[in-house]
């Protein structure tokens, strides 16, 4: 049961407008940073004299705290107020992105970037919840799926903005340009979102859950990232404590009295099938954000703006028909288009293999980043809104929860094990043709993950109603 300060909202009124936008800039800011910060990779690199092993851990480091505590930020907001806890995330986000805009040295910002995935695990669950628990039932999948595509636009954005901010500023702006949107984000919340909690949620956290669940992703990342760099001793030994951590965290979360994620979640086929789906989907986009714009700059001599400008493509298609996707889904049913558009954007992950070996950026480049783009819109809003539709409502925070961590996971585990699979080490990122080759190995296998996306939903999801 969901508690409600004030009737439900509608799409269409200023309110409605008003909460849309506040979840769409707040968990925005947390999704730009997932990507803005790729591009600016190479000159922290340069500026800083990190290995490719730090500029791993500058990404997965926020990935970390992010998926690990993501679960908790879910059940905090359902126990505490949902407009509470993502003020409160946002405004951790804001400070923690200061920290990163001032770090000296590789470490210290590594570490400010762990305190940044700590902010956005309060707010990401929470500006959806904070939808699909204040909206109309009969605008909730309309207000998803515009919430889909307007974020989307967001992480899209990343590499242009980031791009822009280090030709023409510095690479420390890509964290201090969260400061005027922590601001602008705080106010309008307190102002125009409604509060809402579920009534029923349990009084204690599972923080046992949650510690085995940080411990077990943070020793394989360190594992995968460290391999070949430290001994063979320390790699097994962290490898084997983190899946020792995550075998006993599933034994844990079925026997907890309050468990972190309530099992009866999964035994919905539909919500079990989408989070299979959301891992490899996420995974490959995670890895293919990484070492694309890394191509562009090493391989193919882009400047930083170049690199992201060549991405544009993906704003504009996610910009004009998200939104239509997410209707779409609603009339027929998700299954086709969740089939559909893992494929699509698998065929152009495999065109983007040719980026950076010769021709022009519209031979080389742009077909593939087309191709993926009408693949991310036919996939990303009906992947959401089939989430929340398939838990129950006052679950809404921890099942969007749950989804995020699965996809940070993917991406965790993807941007840790890929450049090491295909043998990229060291100051690998600045030899055009050790990375070249890294690469194209790299893009194959993302493609694979997209397609064992699709067939998941082809499988998974045979039974699926359109009003699912």
Do not use: K
């Not at 964290?175 to 705080?186: E, G």
């Not at 191509?295 to 400008?309: K, R």
């Not at 921890?398 to 941007?415: H, M, P």
Request: with cysteine; proline share 5%; hydrophobic share 55%.
């Amino acid at each position: 049961m969901t508690l409600t300060a004030a009737p439900p909202v509608r799409l269409g009124t200023a309110r409605g407008r008003w909460l849309l936008a506040t979840a769409v800039i707040g968990s925005g800011m947390a999704f730009l940073d997932g990507t803005v910060v790729n591009v600016a990779l190479r000159p922290i690199g340069t500026d800083t004299g990190a290995s490719l092993g730090d500029l791993q851990w500058v990404v997965n480091g926020y990935l970390l705290s992010l998926a690990a505590l993501i679960l908790i930020g879910g059940s905090l907001g359902d126990r505490f107020g949902r407009r509470r806890v993502f003020v409160i995330g946002v405004t951790w986000f804001g400070t923690a992105s200061v920290l990163c805009g001032l770090a000296p040295g590789p470490l210290p910002l590594i570490a400010a970037r762990v305190l940044q995935g700590i902010g956005a695990a309060l707010l990401t669950p929470g500006s959806l919840a904070m939808i699909s628990s204040s909206f109309a039932p009969t605008d909730r999948a309309r207000a998803i799926g515009a919430w889909s595509g307007l974020a989307g636009v967001t992480t899209a954005l990343g590499p242009l903005l980031g791009g822009w901010l280090v030709e023409y500023a510095s690479w420390r702006f890509v964290f201090f340009i969260n400061v005027p949107l922590t601001v602008l984000v705080v106010v309008v919340a307190l102002r125009h979102v409604p509060e809402t909690r579920d009534v029923e949620a349990a009084p204690h956290f599972d923080l046992v859950g949650a510690g085995l669940g940080a411990v077990g992703l943070a020793g394989v990342t360190y594992a995968l990232i460290q391999a070949g760099t430290v001994s063979a001793l320390t790699v097994t030994l962290a490898a084997v404590v983190g899946v020792a951590a995550l075998a006993t965290f599933v034994g844990v979360e079925r026997r907890a009295r309050i468990p972190m994620v309530p099992p009866s979640l999964f035994a919905s086929r539909i919500f079990s099938t989408c989070n299979a789906l959301t891992f490899v989907v996420y995974g490959a986009l995670g890895a293919l954000g990484f070492m694309l714009v890394l191509q562009l700059q090493v391989v193919a001599g882009y400047s930083p703006l170049q690199a992201g400008l060549a991405t544009v493509p993906i704003t504009v298609l996610m910009l004009l028909f998200s939104s239509r996707a997410g209707a779409l889904a609603q009339r027929v049913g998700p299954r086709w288009l969740m089939t559909v558009g893992p494929l699509v954007a698998a065929v152009g992950t495999l065109a983007l293999r040719g980026a950076g070996g010769g021709g022009s950026y519209w031979t080389a480049v742009f077909p593939g980043v087309a191709a993926f783009g009408v693949g991310l819109v036919l996939l990303v809003a009906p992947l959401t809104a089939t989430v929340l539709a398939a838990s129950p409502d006052r679950y809404a925070g921890i099942a969007s929860g749950v989804n995020n961590a699965v996809a940070r996971a993917g991406s965790l585990l993807a941007v840790a094990a890929l450049p090491v699979a295909v043998g990229l080490s060291g100051r690998d990122y600045q030899d055009p043709a050790a990375f070249g080759a890294g690469y194209r190995a790299a893009m194959l296998v993302c493609a694979v993950l997209l397609a064992l996306g699709g067939l998941f939903a082809a499988v998974g999801l045979r039974q699926t109603s359109p009003a699912t």
